[in-house]
Structures are given as structure tokens and as C-alpha cells.
């Protein structure tokens, strides 16, 4: 067994300190717990739920209503719930419903840069799905809950998942060669579920060091996954030897296109990030001040394709 000691160090322990442990009413800190919601934006749609552990023990459920939804999170005992829904508004824009005010985020340009495909939180339907996550997740907050926004798409792109577009089943393939069973056996799973169940994934990589925050923090941040590693490697978890091939390919992967990773969205495959800039001796480097950021409307009419 590993354990952490004070000063941070991983070290190696015997079975036998853990029980004896056990045996003198010393309980072991509990395993990490994270919670993934793929949110639909009015109660009557589907929003799937996901409970996931580092062990990769989840269980899945289809829900509808906020209240049932804040209980259920509530229940989870999650150290972090990740929402499929825009969680934040555009800098400069006080409502939803503003016509002439900005359409898109920080973290709405970075995910441009990376060109993954996604929706603005102004376009159409994404606005009712925007106020039902700001008011879900300011409910949760308020429970003391560590809540903030995902993109399953988004993460799927970035780990070489198919996403549910490319049909429910072989999504439900790609996870389950993760190492994932229990609900992930069964063919009737709702794509709503295997959406949740990638957040809660990105819930434990964020977790564990594996995900990295997009966006300015002081007007709302987007997780999403590490493209220069694989998905979480949980405990034992049935399919283990599935999960360690998928691992060792997805790092095959990102060794043969060098560089950071990033995701190609017509393919679902990692490809070598754009160079945009160089310096002064005429080095290649790629920028990450927004001011230099520009998205044009035709760009941004290419972005809608994808998406949440």
C-alpha cells in the first residue's frame, strides 16, 4: 500500500498498519469522490448523474428536477461536482437576454484555440440551459459544495473518446475500455449518463492533478482535461487491464505527435498545437495573452457545428 506521509513524501506501507489502524478506531481518510452532471436545460429533458470514486466504483442515474438534483448531489459526499452548462457570463454582459453585449468567454477562446468545437452560452437554446446552471449551481455552492463547469465534448476530444454524436454505443465502448463497469455494462445507458460520467472523470483528473483550469478566474473558468496525459488511472476497477492498454495508447499517442497535444475536432484525434508568435531571437512559442485573442463571426458560425 502507498500513503502520504506529513511532509508530502509517498511511501510504501504493509496491509497490516492499515488494519491494525482499523482495529484502533483510526479510520483511513476517505477516497476521493467526484461528481459529474451533464444538465439539461429545462426539468422535463434528461440531465444524467454520475457518482464516481478513485477506485472507479460510479453508479448512474437519470434525474429531472433541481430539487431531486441538489438531494442527490447533496447525498454524494463529492469533494467536486462537475456541470455541463455555462456557469459564468460573457465580461461585460449583465444579463442573458442582452442583445448587443459580448457573446463569448476567456475560456470560450481558449477552447477556439484549441479548435474544440462548442456552443456560446448566448446562442439559442444554450441560454436557458446558462440560467439553469447559474441558479443550480449557486444552490449547491450555498451547501458548501465545490462546484464548477465541465465539458464532456470538450474532454472527450481531448482524451480520443468518440463523442455521443459518433453514437451512444461506441462512447459507452470507449469508456468501459477505460476500466469502468457497473452501469457502463448495460446497452441501455442514456447518452445523458455516459456525458456525466466523462465530467465525473474530469472531476477526479482535476483531483489528481490531471486537469487544467481555461479562462480568467475572476469571470469563470471551464476544466477540462490535460492533453499530455491520459485519463485518470483509478484503483482496481474491473477491466483493469483494459485501462492500463488505453492508457499506454493514448500516451503512444501524444508521443507521436510531439509537443503539447491538443484535439483535433473532426477526428477526435490529438494533433501538435498551431504555433501563433515568436520571439525576439525568433523562436517559435505559442501566446497565451488574451488581448491577442480574436474570434471572427465566421469562425464562431464554424464553432456551433459542435458542441455541448
Avoid at 102 to 110: I, K, N, S
Avoid at 230 to 249: F, I
Avoid at 269 to 291: E, Q, V, Y
Wanted: with cysteine; charged share 25%; aromatic share 2%.
Amino acid at each position: 500500500m502507498r500513503r502520504t506521509t506529513r511532509d508530502g513524501r509517498t511511501v510504501r506501507s504493509s496491509g497490516r498498519s492499515s488494519d491494525a489502524a482499523k482495529r484502533n478506531g483510526v479510520m483511513a481518510p476517505p477516497r476521493p469522490v467526484a461528481v459529474g452532471l451533464d444538465l439539461a436545460g429545462v426539468p422535463h429533458r434528461r440531465t444524467g448523474f454520475c457518482r464516481i470514486d478513485s477506485l472507479g466504483r460510479l453508479t448512474t442515474q437519470v434525474l429531472h428536477s433541481d430539487s431531486e438534483i441538489v438531494r442527490k448531489v447533496a447525498r454524494a459526499g463529492a469533494a467536486i461536482v462537475v456541470v455541463d452548462a455555462p456557469l459564468s457570463l460573457p465580461r461585460g454582459r449583465r444579463s442573458i437576454h442582452e442583445r448587443h453585449a459580448p457573446h463569448l468567454r476567456a475560456c470560450d477562446r481558449e477552447l477556439a484555440a484549441r479548435r474544440i468545437p462548442f456552443f456560446p452560452v448566448t446562442l439559442g437554446p444554450m441560454r436557458t440551459l446558462t440560467q439553469r446552471g447559474l441558479r443550480l449551481a449557486g444552490r449547491l455552492r450555498r451547501q458548501g459544495l465545490a462546484v464548477v463547469e465541465g465539458y464532456p465534448g470538450g474532454a472527450q476530444d481531448i482524451w480520443g473518446l468518440p463523442r455521443k454524436g459518433a453514437g451512444v454505443e461506441r462512447l459507452r465502448r470507449g469508456l468501459r475500455a477505460l476500466g469502468l463497469g457497473g452501469p457502463l455494462r448495460r446497452r441501455s445507458i442514456t447518452h445523458d449518463e455516459l456525458d456525466a460520467v466523462t465530467l465525473g472523470l474530469v472531476g477526479l483528473a482535476h483531483l489528481m492533478g490531471g486537469a487544467e483550469p481555461l479562462g480568467d478566474p475572476e469571470e469563470g473558468i471551464l476544466v477540462v482535461p490535460r492533453a499530455d496525459l491520459p485519463p485518470p488511472r483509478l484503483g482496481r476497477t474491473e477491466g483493469a487491464g483494459r485501462a492500463r492498454s488505453a492508457g499506454r495508447k493514448v500516451t503512444a499517442r501524444l508521443a507521436l505527435k510531439g509537443g503539447r497535444p491538443r484535439a483535433n475536432p473532426t477526428r477526435g484525434a490529438l494533433t501538435r498545437p498551431r504555433t501563433i508568435g515568436t520571439t525576439s531571437d525568433g523562436a517559435k512559442t505559442r501566446t497565451t495573452d488574451r488581448s491577442d485573442w480574436s474570434v471572427s463571426a465566421r469562425v464562431e458560425a464554424t464553432l456551433i457545428k459542435g458542441g455541448h
